[in-house]
């Protein structure tokens, strides 16, 4: 059965700090593993990665695969108190389906 | 571009009643469409799950069903809700290959 696993569960920083999220993951056939942001509504988009080593970047936000050893991280830089949320790892292998870890809740203080 | 929507927003609804909920894309064709459920505090379970027409694939046994009447609808039903059925529904599309985006959400509260 596919499985990613996400750590930590949740995580309090202050405002400024660096952190670094970790997603594991066994998935049958595995295509990409995409990162996404869930505030109080539906969970957007973050970065979509495919190849191992190749960082992806956006602002503060950046991401990074590893395939021989089946994880990824997102590691955000100057944290401020609207990245708090919980983020959420996905996988995909087999029949179009994603599988999705429970996912990281941040929280970012002043 | 592309849109997901879905509706309505939120719902309350008896225990024993029915449910409809509808997804619909624009922009696109042949998507592959997706029905989650996040309880209050947990993570994304996937219960249905489509790559065309009239194509349903179920994850997990449950009183749901959905269909696909149209290639860019996807509807979520229930003939009788129960109290657990509770939850925030994502409809989701996903081009083949592609990213996966999620839709506005329904927040259901069966009482």
């Known amino acids: 059965e596919d499985k990613v696993v996400q750590s930590p569960l949740s995580l309090v920083v202050h405002e400024g700090d660096t952190v670094t999220l970790n997603c594991s993951y066994e998935v049958t056939n595995f295509r990409s593993l995409l990162w996404y942001k869930q505030e109080k509504k539906a969970p957007t988009f973050l970065f979509m990665l495919?190849?191992?080593?190749i960082e992806k970047k956006s602002g503060r936000l950046s991401s990074i695969l590893d395939k021989k050893e089946l994880f990824s991280i997102l590691n955000i830089t100057a944290t401020q108190t609207g990245d708090s949320a919980v983020y959420l790892c996905a996988a995909t292998g087999t029949a179009s389906k994603l599988t999705f870890g429970t996912g990281t809740r941040l929280q970012v203080t002043l | 571009s592309q849109t997901i929507h879905q509706w309505p927003a939120t719902l309350v609804q008896p225990v024993g009643s029915p449910l409809s909920l509808e997804c619909t894309v624009e922009g696109t064709s042949n998507p592959n469409l997706y029905w989650y459920r996040q309880a209050a505090g947990r993570g994304l379970q996937l219960l249905f799950y489509s790559v065309g027409i009239g194509q349903i694939s179920s994850e997990v046994p449950q009183n749901l069903s959905a269909s696909r009447p149209q290639d860019r609808q996807f509807i979520l039903s229930s003939k009788k809700l129960l109290l657990s059925d509770s939850g925030f529904y994502l409809c989701a599309w996903r081009p083949p290959g592609g990213t996966q985006y999620f839709g506005p959400g329904t927040r259901l509260t069966v009482l």
């Open positions: 495919t190849s191992s080593g």
